[in-house]
């Protein structure tokens, strides 16, 4: 999965949600990748997309890169 600037999704990115909020990558469920505690048993039955701790409402799925340029979510800074 791409941010709309076509850099690859990766766990432990810090993204900025619809300009005014933030969020951590926390699992890519199509690379079956997880920041814990979360982990493939507990999402990987969505088959893609990743979910996004969010400062605004917690725990957000984004199915595909249409719902990232939705918001539009935007890779802030990379985790080395």
Not at 38 to 64: C, N, P
Request: hydrophobic content about 30%.
């Amino acid at each position: 999965m791409r941010y709309s600037d076509g850099q690859v999704v990766c766990v432990g990115d810090v993204v900025t949600i619809d300009q005014k909020h933030q969020g951590t990558v926390v699992g890519c469920i199509e690379e079956g990748q997880y920041l814990p505690p979360h982990s493939k048993e507990q999402w990987g039955y969505l088959g893609r997309g990743v979910m996004i701790d969010t400062s605004f409402g917690g725990l957000v799925y984004y199915a595909d890169e249409e719902a990232l340029e939705s918001e539009p979510v935007v890779l802030a800074k990379r985790q080395p």
